[in-house]
């Protein structure tokens, strides 16, 4: 299921941010959402509580780990979507998808996205969607806990070249 690899690859990237000297916030570290019992809308209290605890922690940047799906199952490889109510979004998002071109020679581009989450959060961050689910090979690379470390790696270096440039 999406939300069990999101989580093992928010984890993996989670390991290698620490190696590198990052403090690292997890929205989640098991299968669970943040919404309340009083929540009328129970999507939509568990995003604004990730919100919420975004501003809390002070984060410098946010990552929102997704797997994409289409109805045609030939659609492949890693995108980023931002918001542009923050300007470093863009260039978060740019550095990225740089980074996944490089790294798995994705042909997927940036995309703006106005979706509740990156509406909402003025924190600079993006949704990386790590491939296609809908893609038969592709969902078995990103069920490879080898394949799940290489995102890991290609975020963390996007993420190390997005603060030297922000410096």
């Known amino acids: 299921m999406e939300k069990d690899l999101n989580l093992e690859v ?20 098991e299968d669970c959402d943040l919404s309340s019992q009083w929540d009328a809308r129970k999507k939509r209290g568990d995003l604004y509580r990730r919100i919420l605890k975004i501003q809390k922690n002070k984060s410098d940047i946010y990552l929102s780990i997704h797997m994409n799906f289409h109805k045609n199952g030939s659609y492949k490889g890693q995108e980023v979507l931002y918001n542009s109510i923050n300007e470093k979004n863009k260039l978060l998002g740019t550095i990225l ?44 690379n990103l069920k490879n806990k080898f394949y799940q470390q290489k995102l890991a790696d290609s975020i963390t270096k996007s993420v190390i070249t997005y603060f030297d440039s922000v410096a």
């Open 97 to 140: 998808m740089q980074q996944f071109k490089q790294d798995f020679s994705t042909q997927r581009r940036l995309k703006k996205t106005n979706l509740y989450l990156y509406s909402n959060t003025r924190v600079p961050g993006v949704l990386i969607e790590c491939g296609f689910l809908s893609n038969y090979q592709e969902r078995m």
């Open 10 to 29: 928010s984890k993996r990237l989670q390991k290698t941010l620490l190696k590198k000297g990052a403090i690292v916030y997890m929205i989640r570290e």
